[in-house]
């Protein structure tokens, strides 16, 4: 973990553009509650093919023009690179200066992947069109990205993408610090110097995330798992127990040398002030 601590630390928050006005406003309470930690930056997502890309750009530029530093996610899957090239364009001319670049996933029944096959493309594409202009960061997987053919080559696939020009990471989410530990030492043996920020999800509600990690890779580790199911429908003991559990994944992780944390806020405020207030950050 030695070669994360020269990193200055970087706290960060992640929202997904609402579809309706509510949403909107629920989102506008939870970044105007979260904007008093000071983070980073806040971040937003971006659906597959852009379908977001709207909602993305305006939730962005909303945090932005309050003052606060805001990056747009940006994938590359399904689009072409002129599409790609305008969305830069747009996103320069609103000056954002900092992007989050993926690969994304291919919705169920869409035509064609698109002309830039994987996200290292998307970084080299990013830097010849618009130069140093964007802070660029990258995903990470510590479990390992599900459709990976081994854990080595995922790890050179992450290479890759530092290689083309990325600055940073964030991971997905995990709750067991060893992967993240390893990972960490393997990335540094590889010789992969940037700031691998591990990416944090406070636990709301326990069946919507089950199914979400089964898809994405991420582990819940069996005891958490069966405990959490125990506890049906009683909210207020999931909570509890995902709070202890993941603030003291947090401070094990700063205590470690991890270089920050990004919180996968579900657009909720409560239990990432909640974790951060804990951890006394
Ligand atoms: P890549 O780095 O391209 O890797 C994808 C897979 O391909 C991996 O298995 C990798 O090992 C493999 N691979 C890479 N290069 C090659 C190669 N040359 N040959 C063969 N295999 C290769 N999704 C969204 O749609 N919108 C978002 O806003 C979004 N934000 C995210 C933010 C974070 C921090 C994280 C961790 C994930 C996010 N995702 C988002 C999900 C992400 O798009 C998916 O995990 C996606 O499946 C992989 O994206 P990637 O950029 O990591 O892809």
């Not at 830039?116 to 997987?141: M, S």
């Amino acid at each position: 973990m030695d070669s994360q601590k020269k990193y200055p630390r970087a706290f960060s928050f992640e929202f997904f553009p609402p579809k309706t006005a509510q949403g909107m406003a629920n989102l506008r309470a939870a970044w105007q509650q979260l904007a008093q930690l000071k983070p980073r930056f806040f971040s937003c997502t971006y659906g597959a093919g852009g379908s977001t890309r709207d909602h993305t750009l305006d939730t962005v530029l909303e945090i932005q023009a309050a003052g606060h530093k805001a990056a747009p996610h940006l994938s590359c899957i399904g689009a072409a690179r002129d599409e790609i090239a305008a969305t830069l364009e747009l996103y320069r001319s609103k000056g954002i200066d900092h992007l989050v670049a993926l690969r994304g996933d291919l919705p169920s029944g869409a035509a064609s992947a698109g002309e830039l096959r994987y996200a290292n493309e998307l970084v080299t594409f990013i830097r010849q069109r618009t130069g140093d202009h964007f802070h660029i960061e990258v995903a990470c997987y510590p479990e390992f990205h599900p459709q990976a053919r081994s854990a080595r080559d995922d790890l050179e696939h992450f290479k890759a993408k530092i290689d083309a020009g990325a600055d940073a990471a964030i991971t997905q989410y995990f709750y067991n610090i060893d992967s993240y530990c390893r990972f960490i030492d393997d990335c540094a043996a590889l010789g992969i110097q940037v700031p691998i920020v591990p990416g944090i999800m406070p636990i709301a509600n326990f069946s919507q995330l089950a199914r979400f990690s089964d898809a994405c890779g991420a582990e819940i580790p069996r005891w958490l798992r069966l405990k959490m199911q125990s506890f049906g429908d009683d909210a207020a003991s999931v909570r509890s127990l995902g709070l202890d559990v993941v603030t003291d994944l947090c401070g094990r992780l700063l205590s470690a040398g991890a270089p920050g944390l990004h919180f996968y806020t579900m657009n909720q405020a409560g239990l990432t002030s909640t974790i951060w207030q804990r951890l006394g950050i």
